[in-house]
């Protein structure tokens, strides 16, 4: 017998300070604090449907129609840390079935994860009646899922406990704070990575020279002015940590051993267009940031949207190339 069925959608956040490297590999504990942007729930973001029944013989996972083992470790820890923590159907034994879609690729550094596990866990969390914060739980089924837990901007405080209570998400302003912000997402590439993130930023974190003076002096500087610029919305502070950020990000990446490229033509050439035309704006008008893909996504001021794409359909006519606002509007919601 069915006992429950719940369905919410959770939106990608797109980083601007960017998170590589863990501290605790189990745990999912960064190395640095990061800071993000969260779209809508009605533009990238996936939607998860959970059925829990008696008649059900195991739990099982579908994503994008495909079914995954549920056995993986971050499947059965952000499952186990819900379950401890039910106040619902914890009479009943019962097994779940999940299912999960993706509105866009699927780990083409599109931050799928961040959205997926955001989801599974808040959907989770309305099947079991779960209260009080879930992100240290997302958090656990992939490190960026916890910053889409909220709106607006976020960060997720790296935190020092070694249980790892205290690395949670933080909303650091609200979607209604500064509505004129907007994002443009162009599709460079929507294949799957050849070096996923969790591998990547192992191998940096070993391996590359700039991680120790990145994570103790300039990331914890960033947080801070980037905090700042956006309370304030200074967009030419802001435009300008997000794209030495990226910048930066992605230099770790070219120092890790063996190196790992994740820009590719497409995505230099974007990165110097955006630049030439900052600088023949005389201010920042857009900024770039790419995480662990070629996909280039613009953080800009709805005022420049029709200037900046007039300028990227002149230079990639044909290409997808969406546009989100990032106004007031529900983050999370069932549906
Ligand atoms: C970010 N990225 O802050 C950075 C920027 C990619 C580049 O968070 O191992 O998929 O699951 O914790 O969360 C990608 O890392 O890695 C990521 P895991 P995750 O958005």
Known sequence: MVLA???CSAPVNIA???????????LILPLNSSLSGTLHQDDLKTTTTI????SFTEDALWLNGKKEDINAVRYQNVLNAIRSRATKLTDKKHFVHIASINNFPTAAGLASSASGYCCLVFTLAQLYGVDGDISAIARMG?????RSMFGGFVKWEMGQKEDGSDSV??????????????IIVLVVNDKKKETSSTDGMQKSAATSVMMKERCAVTVPQRMKDIEEAIKNKD???FGDITMKDSDDFHEVCATT???????NDTSRYIINLINRYNKASGSIKCAYTFDAGPNACVYLPKDNVVEVLSLFLKHFPGQDISTYYRGPKENIAAI
């Not at 650091?172 to 907007?182: A, I, L, S, T, Y």
């Open 235 to 237: 967009f030419e502070t």
């Open 257 to 263: 051993t063996p190196p790992i490229y994740y820009l």
């Open 51 to 54: 059925v829990a029944s008696e």
């Open 142 to 146: 992939s490190g960026s899922a916890c």
């Open 5 to 7: 069925s719940v369905t």
């Open 169 to 182: 998400a933080i909303q650091v302003q609200p979607e209604q704070h500064w509505p004129e912000m907007n």
């Open 16 to 26: 601007v300070i960017k998170y590589w490297g863990k501290r605790d590999e189990k």
